[in-house]
């Protein structure tokens, strides 16, 4: 849909030591201990139609896109026009979290004009990965 925000559905784990990414549900990571994280997602999005004008990647904390401190955001963005059209988004942070705050990433595609758009993870691969900071406890 033409400038829609949609969460990215990261469906497969591959290491998830400690249980606290729900992969079927809500596609959401609670770091189950409070500290400082590192947060990186890259996505490759296939755009079926029309030329795009922008699309952003971004990573909400408690369901929300707006932050405290400008340090805990930042988004790269790359467009690349092939057949039809083909994305590959970043995001990343650095995010005090508690316990039970969780992190959740989330795509916007828009495109030139007001027509509908639908896009889809590219068979390119996309990958959200994390870590908690060493030296930090809350």
């Given at each position: 849909t033409h400038d829609t925000v949609t969460k990215v559905p990261f469906d497969t784990e591959i290491i998830d030591t400690e249980s606290t990414y729900d992969h079927s549900t809500n596609y959401r990571?609670?770091?189950?201990?409070?500290?400082?994280?590192f947060s990186?997602?890259?996505c490759f999005f296939e755009f079926a139609n029309n030329k795009m004008n922008?699309?952003?990647?971004?990573?909400?904390?408690?369901?929300?896109?707006?932050y405290p401190t400008a340090s805990e955001q930042s988004h790269i963005n790359f467009y690349k026009p092939l057949t039809g059209s083909r994305t590959m988004l970043i995001t990343q942070g650095i995010f005090e979290m508690d316990a039970d705050d969780y992190l959740e990433i989330w795509v916007l595609g828009g495109h030139v004009d007001?027509?509908?758009?639908?896009?889809?993870?590219?068979?390119?691969?996309s990958w959200w990965t994390g870590w908690r900071l060493p030296g930090y406890l809350s």
């Open positions: 990571w609670t770091p189950g201990v409070a500290g400082r994280y990186y997602s890259k922008s699309s952003y990647l971004h990573t909400y904390k408690n369901g929300n896109p707006n007001t027509g509908s758009n639908t896009f889809t993870l590219s068979e390119l691969g």
